[in-house]
């Protein structure tokens, strides 16, 4: 899909007198280019670096499949969200192996939100060379968008940059939102300890053989041996971002999902905060993820569709998004709410803020209309419910064919998880979210099951 | 097959015959817009014909009937030019100097974006020249893209350009002066950029040596290039390509007064993510602060990042900056004692003392000492005193407050028939489908493997139902690629079928099949015979528990429940299920003997299971020999290995282990009979070795599972392999599977697994690597380690150069963060390692030194005499003399 950011002018860090850097806000659809904050940095070189970890794994690509050009092209511009105090910068790598989240709260700023929404910021090279030389002791004034671009819409001397941005590209940030939704903290350590670990890590790519992080009594240690308390993670160098940050930092926590698919690592500034998503592997990006799928598939289902509607005239930036305290606003109940939010989180009107366990509300600046066209096997599950393709075998334990072509896949209910007799579930055994025909029996699995 | 390409239009006919003339005729006689509309015409005409270029394999050349001729392509590249789309024409065109004509006469609008287009669509080293020409010749504006500057970086580096000097190109196109400085703001791809074309052209050409020579000939100001190497190591781009410019700028050796403007921004560059640029600007900031041209306190401030480095060379080169610093300005010391604090948690001892020394000068203040407190879990054993002297301790700590003890090893290995280890038989015909297609996915699940083979033999013949059921796998068969699932799906689709397809090993390299697939090819031919009278009987070389082990009672009961419901057993099925044998349940199965027959097989395997029955003869023989012997706990003598040395012409000697086959008296059975049937290499490369499981991981660890109880023979083909693979020069991920069987609990580590266990320690593959720790610690903690043998290998291998010190240190190092009760057995390992070459110590013998220095002082571990008297006469220098001697002060053991 071709996708264009339209700036009114690049962002830049001007030093001729006291420092400031202006972050150029895209105008979309027409509308005006948004104006979110005026202000200073109270530590300028933390937020530089900040922006810089953002900048890198923006530009970055992990992974290049065979035959293709070794060029890392960074496919979108980061993403920028303001609401309830907090601006949100938010990048994705072009394997769409890691997802990066700075997040600078109130206490980073002094000065003013002038404006709440999400939209692409300019990060170019002048700028990313111009932050290699912000000092805490000159100071640093701030704007996210500017006052004289706010009520212009279009502009003789615009910069326009056009992008095809792949669909994995965008499914894999709806994605990940998925994946830190169910994400639980295993560890939390001292930047010191964190920079000790880290210097363990080998240099060179591990990406054949996954690594397990655990704690000893020795601190942090990995292991090829999988364990179920341990964070598994391929290629270490994919952290190699986090590096400069540490000797800023307060602590590292780091989150995984209990199926150790994925992991988040979260570097705690006080003020501010990094999150860095990786996915599995690095030839595994999480576009091909179905996390999503499940929620998005309910947003078919009576209850949690009636609330859809509900909660989304609820939203307004906020920067937590509380689920029982919506459900009493709504007088529903609140796992509808949360599963309200995880359908949100994957059409991508949602972020999900693993560090606070809240999703925050954001509206990725891409056509989302499409966003459940992006999953094509929600697709296919649709079109085989449909087409009646769906024949339950046994109500009890669940057991139903889904034809497929002229034969049928048995799924089963094993010990409560559905198993499919396709090839795509032999490989990957549930890891990568269900199959089509999971997904299609599922919903004509009785509720009891 | 393509569709046959039929001139339909005047101007596809006149592209067609090739006639460049006639088509510009043609186009003369439309306007502007009569073109235009025949872009969709040059489109097609162009991309038949470029694909034609290229179908190399196929007879109808993409549709266009032969070969396309130069005159074709330059008709079919005037269309493209004047009528096509800017993509169009840059894909189409063919000589540069048809194109500035057309242009002159036409101005086809394609123009304005075709050299962007140009850049975009071919390779950047082709069609920079052209389009420089066509911005020569005044047709086009420059682009302003990306790929263009790319072009530019190897406009002076290619070979066609030398009869034209860099004057020329300068006098023909007066903008590419300054267009050429983009090469500084471009970070380049691959093998274009600044860095790489530097690597790979002559000295003469080099872009650095140019743009010096630039600067003497003032074409460019020295002042600009300083301020735009500064620009590009600001960008941060990656190690090969920032180091570039950091080299470039030592090349341009600026003076300090050409320096002093940028001064801060040298100072910032201290904060650089990427190393080599941190280094440069420590040797700049050095300099600056030398001529006393920086303030302290804001270059201390700026020194802050670098003591987080790992690099120990940085640290150290920013603990002197802070030593002048300090000098000069006395009262900067507690500030400076603070901020150098986080090269405390640097994992080299000798930082670590420096830091300190510096810290009880410079003294901290109260916050500064609580600081302190988080560097304490990773000081060195050596400078725990001192770190808690500073930190206020009233008392001096004479160590940790609890020093983990290096542990015994637990009671025994593990149980390889243990019941957790089952391999339960597939249960149903839902279940047989799921695994199959599993298996199907998943090559390197041996387990799974042989539990999906043995269910379809006692499914077969398969019901209509079951046919029902595996009709998507059916369909699936043909798409099977990994030998070992391909085998599975040759069984399914006999089964399915009746057809017996054919099939052959995989080759390596050097083309040698894999003796391990072609025994499993046999084995299911075997199986398809078997089927068909086999009656859902099991087959007997199913494992009973994983890694491929039968349980003995279990064995007989099935070759009992054979011969009782009359069902021929195959020998192929018998003698690998015989190999596969638990030795340790023998002797509860010789209760179960009475209930067989008195034929062959019987006999055999009563012979294998001790009975004082004779032994069998023919191919029964050796298995059951061989089993005799396991089952008597005798194990074949230790096979010799030894290191192998090849001097090459490039004065490079290369090192590998080579490991002698089994002794005359071993029986040969049918595995070791694999082992000997694999063909020497033919040629004598240094690092070829043909092992029993080829290249293929599921091949090697089908391979492992035919006799579990003696892993020696595959054992000895992962050393011989590891040994020519040290160094990654090759990438053989295959490989990891002889390390990943030192993780079973039931394998113990001993002989040659202990030799292969000392390679991989020594690997440079991270991931082997680590593997190997993971069975240094859990093989220790099991109690199924030899640790004199594997000490043993490791002193063979640096005594021949084989392995470095520095692998086996962070190996061994990591192998106590994992587990610290693995200290005994690394402290035995180091103690052999140090003793390798006294007299001629190995390069960094030292970073052994200092972890042994670690585990004697952190778990209170004495010295052996032996290696007391191998440190006295170890021949170290610098910190390794120094680390000699604080071992040497150490009480004896």
Known sequence: MQFAYRYAAPSSLTEAGPPKLALATAATDGAAYPYFFEGRLVRPRLVADLLVAVHTIVAARFFTPANSVAKAIALADPVVTSGGGLLRFEGFSSCCSAYVRADLLPQSYQGDIVGKGTTNVDFNEPMRAALARVRDDLGLAFSVGQQEFRLRSEAADVIERKVELPTRWIRGMLEVQSYQAGME????????????????LPKASTSRTPLWISRG???????????????????????????????????????????????????????????????????????????????????????????????????????????????????????VVEDVLRVLGASGLAGFDVFAGSYFHRVLPFDLSMAEDLHPRLVDARQLIGAGAVKVVRANPFEADVASGDSAHRVRDIDGELRCTCPWFAKHQGERGPCKHVLAAAVLRPESC | MAKPFVPGTPLEEQAYAGKYQAVVDLLRTLDASGRQALGGVAARLVKISQAARYAYDDGTFAGWGRSPSDEQLRAVGAAAVVCGSAKV???????????????????????????????????????????????????????????????????FSHARMESRD??????????????????????????????????????????????????????????????????????????????????????????????????????????SRIPPTVTFALGVVKELEKADLLDPLPTLNALRPVFSSPVKSQVEAALKLGDRIVKREPACSGEAAKIILPALAHESAEVQKQVLQRI???????AGREALAPYAGGIAATHRDTLARLMGATTVASGPAAPVQASAPAAAPADSLDESRRVAPIADLDELVERVAYVFENDTDTDEFERALSGLVR???????????????????????????????????????????????????????????????????????????AGGATPLGTPTHRRGFIDAPEFVRRLASHQASGVKSSQGDFLVGIMRLAPRSAAAARPELAKLDAGPLSQALRHALGEDVPGPTGDLSGAARRMRALCAGIRPPPREWQLTSTKFGNGKTYTRVDVSPPGEDT???????????????????????????????????????????????????????????????????????????????????????????????????????????????????EGRLDVAALAGSVRGFLRGDLAACARYAKSLRAALRIEAGAASAVFAVLCEAIAARPADPPKDTASLLELMLEIVLGHRIGLPAATREALESLQVGGKGKSLRRQLLAQPAN
């Open chain 1, 185 to 200: 903290r295993r560890f939390e350590m001292s930047a010191v300890e964190a920079l000790r670990f880290f210097r363990s």
């Open chain 2, 459 to 533: 499914f077969a013949p398969l019901s209509d139902d079951a046919r029902a059921r595996f009709a998507p796998l059916a369909r699936r068969i043909g798409k099977v690629r990994k030998p070992v699932s391909q085998q599975l799906a040759r069984l399914l689709e006999f089964l399915l079928s009746g057809t017996r397809t054919a099939a052959d090993s995989t080759v390596d390299h050097s083309g040698h099949k894999a003796k391990a697939q072609l025994h499993l090819i046999e084995r299911v031919n075997d199986l398809m015979d078997f089927v068909a009278h």
């Open chain 2, 360 to 366: 009880e000068v410079w003294k901290l203040d109260a």
């Open chain 2, 667 to 781: 029986p040969v059975d049918p595995v070791t009979a694999m082992s000997l049937a694999v063909e020497k290499p033919e040629k004598s490369y240094w690092f070829a070795h043909n092992s029993v499981g080829g290249i293929d991981e599921g091949s090697i660890l089908y391979f492992a599972s035919l006799l579990p109880a003696d892993l020696e023979g595959l054992f000895a083909d992962g050393v011989s392999l590891l040994s020519r693979n040290l160094d990654w020069f090759e990438a053989q991920w295959e490989n990891a599977a002889y390390l990943r069987q030192l993780l079973h609990g039931d394998v113990p580590v001993d002989s040659l697994a202990a030799v292969l266990l000392a390679l991989g320690l020594a690997g440079k593959e991270p991931g082997q690597a680590a593997i190997a720790t993971d069975a240094l610690v859990q093989s220790h903690a």
């Open chain 1, 217 to 335: 009594p020795a601190g942090l240690f990995t292991t090829t041996r999988p364990l179920d308390h341990g964070v598994r993670i391929t290629d270490s160098s994919r952290l190699r971002v986090l590096h400069a940050l540490l000797p800023l930092a307060r602590s590292l926590s780091v989150y995984e999902d209990d199926a150790h698919q994925a992991s988040a690592w979260v570097v705690d500034f006080g003020e501010a905060r990094l999150t860095l998503a990786l996915s599995a592997e690095v030839w595994r990006g999480f576009s091909g993820e179905g996390q999503a799928l499940w929620a998005l598939m309910q947003a078919d289902d009576g209850e949690v569709g009636a609330t859809l509607a509900r909660v989304r005239a609820q939203l307004q930036w906020q920067a937590a998004l509380d689920a029982p305290v919506l459900a009493r606003e709504l007088g529903t109940d609140a796992k």
């Open chain 2, 89 to 155: 024409a840059a894909e189409g065109y063919f000589d540069v100097e048809d194109v500035i004509a057309l242009a002159r006469e036409f101005a086809p609008p394609s123009l304005e974006e075709m050299p962007a287009e140009m850049m975009r669509v071919a390779s950047w080293r082709a069609n920079i020249h052209d389009v420089q020409k066509l911005i020569e010749a005044g047709v086009v504006s420059r682009p302003q893209t990306d790929e263009y500057v790319l072009g530019l970086m190897l406009l």
């Open chain 2, 166 to 271: 860099v004057d020329a190109h300068f006098a023909a196109d007066p903008g590419l002066k300054d267009a050429l400085l983009r090469i500084f703001e471009v970070e380049g791809i691959g093998d274009v950029s600044l860095a790489a074309v530097d690597k790979y052209c002559h000295e003469d050409r080099t872009w650095s040596k140019r743009l010096v020579e630039f600067a003497q000939r003032g074409i460019y100001s020295r002042r600009l290039l300083i301020d735009r190497t500064l620009g590009s190591l600001e960008r941060g781009w990656i190690q090969f390509r920032s180091g570039w410019f950091s080299q470039f700028h030592v090349r341009l050796a600026p003076t300090l007064e050409e320096m002093k403007p940028h001064a801060l921004r040298y100072v910032s560059l201290l904060a």
